[in-house]
């Protein structure tokens, strides 16, 4: 079973945070079908460890790479 848009967004608690965390507009997020391709759930995943990450070591904010 996929990921939806809507976890994808819930597991950030807003569209913005989840945008910010990839490193792309809100309109590219909105612009996503409601079921995600394998793809992007895996940004969204990697994205999400990644910040859990940062969170243990004190960090306040990782930025995606190549931003």
Do not use: H, Y
Request: hydrophobic content about 40%; overall charge positive.
């Amino acid at each position: 079973c996929r990921m939806t848009k809507q976890e994808a967004i819930a597991l950030f608690r807003s569209r913005r945070k989840l945008a910010e965390a990839l490193g792309i507009t809100t309109q590219a997020v909105g612009q996503w079908p409601d079921r995600l391709t394998q793809r992007i759930a895996d940004r969204v995943m990697g994205a999400k460890q990644r910040i859990k990450k940062a969170k243990a070591n004190g960090a306040k904010a990782v930025r995606p790479a190549g931003s």
